[in-house]
């Protein structure tokens, strides 16, 4: 297949479709098993050094930010991340476990910038970065979830975006067109937020899915946290609802307010005050880590995260929800 | 400029004014999101809002603070994911994108990347996100953006989001979908649009009340081609204002 | 791009991606417009003669079997036709209505091989066929879904189904594998049964998907048949339902019972009884031919079908659905 | 054989034995449903049946007749669509692929297409359907298929699904995904497997009940290896055949 131009962005990811199926065979059990862990186990179970990692959604939208401090909390180091989004990765930058970003989007949407992105990147802390779009990274997970190297796209072309990517252009032989290829992206570790989830893994997500149909299918190692633990009659009832089947789950984390402070819809809404909190504290090193020693550091898991926010932010939270 | 808005405001109605009812519309974070709810109140109550994440034909009663938020698909006629969405614009079915950027050269390609060399570099901004797909593969884009000259720049300093490249036939040659491209930047100065079919350069279309040609010149780091009659905008109405303030952004998170 | 290999069997429906995209941009409205029509109305519409369609689903499973016999009463000519099917495209084949066939499989499952299939061509009144896999077929719906001219795939390799077909072989420029590339398959006409949608288009199923999801964004006019109509209230309150958005949509068809004999989970069950006719009639001309004037050509249209099943069969069928 | 049984049902006895507890498995229309429903019942209650449109662990309490009725995602975990369950069989998911045709060569290649030349052919049988995939993309394949010699052929008429293609390295060389390809083929008259690392050719593994080593080869039109002891497989327990007529088949579809 002769290559037209080819992005001088690294490979930070080498999509290796051939292994993927192997572990897919030997490492990731059909049998119906209960997988329920807290943040922690689930964590050092399957989080490793140098490990590549992505989570689903922003950080202010259904994501697993219950996961996400716990990864903070055991900072595994040189982390290697796929790199859309918002408060999360924020942390993980502010936190410096990040070593090489695919990145696509990274910023705090109505509240601009990430300054800690600015920090991390210009001082050479992140010291690899390969540039894609949303839709790319996106499509890449969508071809290691197809079991395919590569999808073509017709977008990223023409562009720096392509040129500092690891995307290729080639001519379709079908057209005669050029389009660009993009490489799949298999994650080493993936985490997912969901409504709810049995204690075998089978998941349900309500509203916009975001990309957690692809990304659960492009992890080797998928950890699901969930607002509820339903029983599986309730799965075998509406099978046509089950976004990730169990097999593809590794743990399974019963995380209310897992997403907090992003909403989750139709449970709770964005906790405005807090998000704001991280923004007027990210500005600053000082800030930032001085908000990871308080709601991270100094809490030691989840629900004494809960605590410190309180019940009665969170009873409100669950007030402004969105309705049907 | 009276004391009586501001030219976010402006720039605001402006946008909203141009949105096409019936239309699809690709919306990004930030203004864009004002002048759709904007819009649908005003002037195309049906606009089809299309948010990356999944929301499509949100009635936008209140503001999205996030692109993947319940407000993007609220009474939506569809919420699905980033994958079907940007594969919809990419089969040709969305008519406009919204986009802004840090940086606009005079062929309308935008830069939110890095200001400065990519590695490391001077200022390191979030990224494409979904504008490089937004930017390939809806029909016409618009771009809104802050008007002063370190942001309408000769050639952005690294290209996130194609406009013409680098002019007549640079976007098919690059194998990018045919007949696409921008067709109108809305600054806080005024409105400009693109030479199609020619040139493909950045024209001056329009001004903002009590802003002059040789404002606008002042504040672009390029030559603005100028083909035509260049009218003035009408002030944003006290009914715009009032939505904007009272309904949409009562919160004052943008305006 | 370098071919490796490439199949000899005919590109049907070339894949003309822009062309696509103009017509998408031109010939779909995005207003919200009631589209409800008769079977009769919207295939007069919509089905020309040489046309390339194709349906969702098989015969005995969420087929839209009202509109695949109203294309019988209409005989558009010399059609081409995407073979993934069971009754529907036997009654079209047995009608002499197709010529030309991307075929993966048309048989009568568990009654076996088709006979009318058998006649259709041996006797080379299809003139043209190309083979592929039913996962090929579905995803050149998919590429086209996709907006893409081809995607890659790793069946269909080595095969005479792949020298039959009209697919290629390159060199991945990832990883190096030979990999097959598949044309993106753009109908000009699509039928899909579900089981609610409104006025407008927006459509919802239950149960397995099928294929529904890409042959609806893979057609250039799609027709949708619906057991059932209901206010777009009801879309807006679960826009995480809508598999199908109205604007891909150009006639809704009101259809109750529009897939029997075919079943429609949780609505009826499959008629055995009938299928047997068909199965029994289908063996000889003269039975296939006496079968489509008692049940299609006899009858103006699909309530004059239902009364000719029967209440009370009908009335069955209901009580023996797939309960949640 | 006696008149206890028959050929049919011993032929869904020993492919439900084969079948493991706890592993994803592919079924096709036919015998597959038939031993699945059987093993799921008696040696693998956690089988996982896996069906073409969408299917996901179904729990199979009545055989379905076709590949994507209710009852294939009856009380299942899943229940998505075609493309979802093949790329999860070319993601690697998927253990197990049964599959039928009309003619098997001594490589397991399998033949669904056509019997003559390819067109006009002698006889048009329905297509790959998704043998083709099923065959590629599974980690092993089993084949159930009637023993004859117009069955058990030297060389497929068409090659609809692949085997070892001409044998060793050559699913590997074709591209197809490593290490997969059949490993079992279930008759009417025994239970032959492959030489897989050597020759890839079918071998003679076991003969049913009252079948003798010469009665396969006689109805086998290419050379079986016979690498080992051939076993004698055991009939249908009373428990087994009770099962198949009253519960899983009573109106007698293929038994």
Redesign the interface.
Known sequence: ???LEEGRGELIQV????A??????TR?????EDKRMTEQEAIRAFVTDGCYIGTE??G???CPMSLSREVVRQSPKNLRVA??G?LELDLWLAAGLVEALD?????L??YG??HV??R?????QVKR?A??????I??RL?A??????????????????FR?SAA????????H?????L??LILDVGLIHVHRADR?G?AQI?????????LA?ASKRLIISAEEIVE?EQ??????R?II???LVDAVVHAPFGSHPG?M??VY??D?EEIRAWVEASQTVDGASGYLNRFIHSVPDHMAYLNLIGEERLAKLRGE??R? | MTADYSATEMMICVTARIMQDDSTAFIGTGIPMLAASLAQRLYAPNLIPIFEFGGTGAQLEQLPRAVGEARTFHRAVAASGICDIMETAQRGFIDYGFLGGAQIDMYGNLNSTVIGSYYPPQVRLPGSGGGNDVGSLCWRTISVMRHDKRRFVPRCDFVTTPGYLTGCGAREAAGLPRNTGPIQVISTLGKMGFDVGNTYRMTLEAVFPNITIQDIIENTGFELLILGDVETLDPPTAEELRILREEIDPDRLYI
């Open positions: 297949m002769h290559v999509p290796d479709i051939e993927f199926r192997e572990w897919n065979r990731k059990s059909r049998r119906l959604l922003y202010t939208v259904r790199g859309q918002v990145i696509t989007y990274i910023g949407e109505v910038t990430s992105l600015r991390a990147v210009e001082s050479q970065t540039e894609w779009s949303n839709a790319a996106s499509w969508k290691a979830a197809m079991g395919i190297p590569f999808l073509p796209i017709r977008s990223m072309l023409g562009t720096d975006t500092y290729k252009v080639v001519e379709d032989p079908f057209t067109q050029k389009i660009c290829l490489p799949a075998f089978n309500e509203g916009i899915s975001g990309f957690a149909f692809e299918r599986t799965i075998r009832q509406y099978p046509d089950t089947p169990y097999y909403e819809v139709y809404a964005r405005e929800a969105e049907r």
